[in-house]
């Protein structure tokens, strides 16, 4: 495997082949936590990796260098999945500076026992030389917690950009023209949805800064590091920070005897009569990951529940929720359901919708126990008229 970033730079994380739950995301391709090794006239150690995977990153380390000559413990970012290595690295890495923001320290304190640590605080701006190379750091304030930075190498061009850029993605390949580009834009896409989409107006500020700054290599925190196809990723998050609208409607699900499935079934046949990107979740088949990196870039959604016990179903609760965390914008759209000897389900589920700032086009299409073909045909029309609102939006 090819680690070598540029003379004297190189990956030395972990691939974490086997995660599939990262605070909720499912990780169906893994993972990697990506640490850097910067070897000059000093050296300086860029991140760590998750606790129990420390003793792998000490091992590449100590390939390349010994761990007492490390000088530098660069820190961008405090959650343990780049930080929880470092009480290992730091308990034998003896002479080396912990380089952090004073909120990462902060940050640090509370997690770690960091009595004996030596530190050296940066700020926005502040440079440490290496020898031939710099090390110039960066604050991301929300990129992705308050605490994170940049570092950049000016000599080559280099980024350290955290969780930015990043994708949960295993692979044998480190480097973007070693894999497929496909899979690393939809796990970037899929990482962005998951894992900072509440973020996209500091990250629009970062975007702002990068483009000003000469980059040849985004070396982010997870996933394949950026050499070949700079523009494309950066182009994409120029979308995505935007949250800029694709002509797609989405009919999302949960079903109980399949009332609520067959009135999703006539509003996507609707929303198919137009030529667009039209796609159905059902809630209990496709995971809440899916379905944020779907409403990503969605301009129009119709979603719905059977009423269980006066409210909607726990499956579609669980989605709502953990969307209505990530904050999609400018969504437009409605609710519907089916229900029982009492209403609840479609109710809540506009109740969602609202709270998640969805400009509600309509009253919530709801039925009692089964649609009958009048039913069909008002979900058909609202498919319909869903599909002109996403070819209206840009
Ligand atoms: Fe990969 Fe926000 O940690």
New binding site residues.
């Given amino acids: 495997m090819n680690t070598e970033l540029c003379d004297n730079i190189d990956w030395v994380g972990y691939i974490d082949w086997g995660v599939r739950d990262f605070h909720g995301y499912r990780t169906e391709r893994g993972s990697t936590?990506n640490a850097y090794l910067v070897r000059d006239d000093k050296t300086a150690l860029i991140d760590t990796v998750k606790a129990q995977f420390v003793e792998r990153l000490m091992s590449n380390v100590s390939e390349l260098t010994d761990l007492s000559k490390v000088d530098y413990v660069v820190c961008n970012?405090a959650?343990p999945?780049?930080s929880g290595g470092l009480p290992s690295v730091m308990s034998v890495c003896r002479s080396a500076e912990l380089v952090c923001d004073a909120k990462c320290q902060k940050a640090l304190n509370m997690h770690y026992d960091t009595k004996d640590w030596k530190w050296k605080i940066v700020k926005d701006g502040d440079s440490i030389s290496l020898g031939k190379r710099t090390l110039t750091f960066m604050e991301t304030p929300m990129v992705?917690?308050p605490e994170?930075m940049f570092t950049y190498i000016p000599e080559e061009k280099l980024l350290f950009s955290?969780?930015a850029f990043?994708q949960h993605y295993a692979s044998s390949h480190r480097f973007d023209d070693e894999d497929t580009l496909d899979i690393i834009m939809h796990e970037a896409k899929t990482y962005y949805a998951n894992?900072v989409m509440l973020f996209g107006g500091p990250i629009a500020r970062v975007l702002d800064k990068a483009s000003k700054m000469d980059i040849e290599i985004i070396a982010p925190?997870?996933g394949i590091i950026w050499r070949e196809n700079i523009d494309v990723i950066m182009s994409a998050y120029q979308d995505w920070v935007t949250q800029k609208q694709a002509r797609k409607v989405l009919v999302i699900y949960d079903t109980m005897w399949k009332s609520t499935e067959k009135m999703a079934k006539a509003i996507l046949a609707g929303a198919m009569e137009q030529n667009i990107e039209a796609r159905l979740i059902d809630v209990s088949n496709d995971h809440m990951t899916v379905i944020a990196a779907e409403i990503l870039d969605a301009a129009v959604v119709a979603v719905g529940s059977p009423t269980l016990n006066k409210t909607l179903m726990p499956a579609m609760a669980a989605a709502l929720t953990y969307l209505k965390g990530l904050g999609p914008a400018r969504k437009k759209g409605f609710a519907f359901g089916s229900y029982g000897w009492s209403k609840g389900g479609a109710r809540d589920v506009e109740g969602y919708l609202t709270d998640m700032k969805v400009e509600i086009l309509r009253e919530a299409i709801e039925c009692q126990f089964v649609p009958t073909e009048e039913v069909l045909e008002e979900c058909y029309e609202a498919g319909r008229m869903l599909a002109e609102k996403a070819m209206a939006s840009e």
């Fill in positions: 936590y970012h959650e999945d780049h992705h917690w994170s955290m969780d990043g894992i925190s997870h």
